[in-house]
């Protein structure tokens, strides 16, 4: 009777640790799927344009005006390390294809006005979101917080040359 009393606690021994080693795994997936929240300033892998997009942001204008783009390849750097990452990034919606339901494709842009005016942020500044569920903005330039896969894009459109790409998972109003 001793035996196998001994075998049935290795046996619960055994299993109660296997339960606790898949719920550990679980609560480790779970939190993997969490995106990261990250600013604009993160999208740029140079250290001086960093410092001039936070300064943009706080709304600190330096005497002299709007420091000059002086190459091409200006804001063209990605951060490569951010690619494939689950994100999570608050901006502001440029609906490109609203169909009267929503909008499945929208740039997201660090600043109110973005595109519009001219000239349009580094390509290392935008985003080209697309969505499976339409997305019913309020209005025009709306801030949002975008959840999904951060991807590399490239791609010259109508409005700017955009860096990155998002396959969006949530599209939320700013709180």
């Not at 960093?50 to 990605?78: E, W």
């Not at 990155?164 to 700013?174: G, M, N, T």
């Amino acid at each position: 009777m001793s035996d196998s009393f001994v075998i049935s606690r290795r046996t619960f021994l055994a299993a109660a640790g296997s339960l606790a080693a898949a719920g550990a795994l679980s609560a480790g997936a779970r939190a993997s799927e969490t995106p990261r929240d990250i600013l604009w300033e993160d999208l740029i892998p140079n250290a001086d344009e960093r410092l001039q997009a936070t300064m943009n942001r706080l709304g600190v204008v330096q005497h002299g005006g709007v420091p000059a783009q002086t190459s091409d390849d200006y804001g063209k750097d990605l951060v490569k390390e951010l690619i494939g990452q689950n994100i999570r990034i608050a901006g502001y919606i440029i609906p490109l294809d609203y169909d009267g339901v929503g909008v499945k494709e929208l740039i997201l842009v660090p600043y109110v006005g973005a595109c519009i005016h001219v000239p349009p942020p580094p390509p290392n500044q935008l985003i080209l979101v697309r969505t499976e569920q339409p997305y019913d903005p309020r209005e025009m330039f709306e801030p949002v917080y975008v959840a999904g896969t951060l991807g590399i894009l490239n791609e010259t459109n109508d409005l700017a040359e955009v860096g990155y790409s998002l396959q969006a998972d949530s599209i939320e109003p700013y709180q």
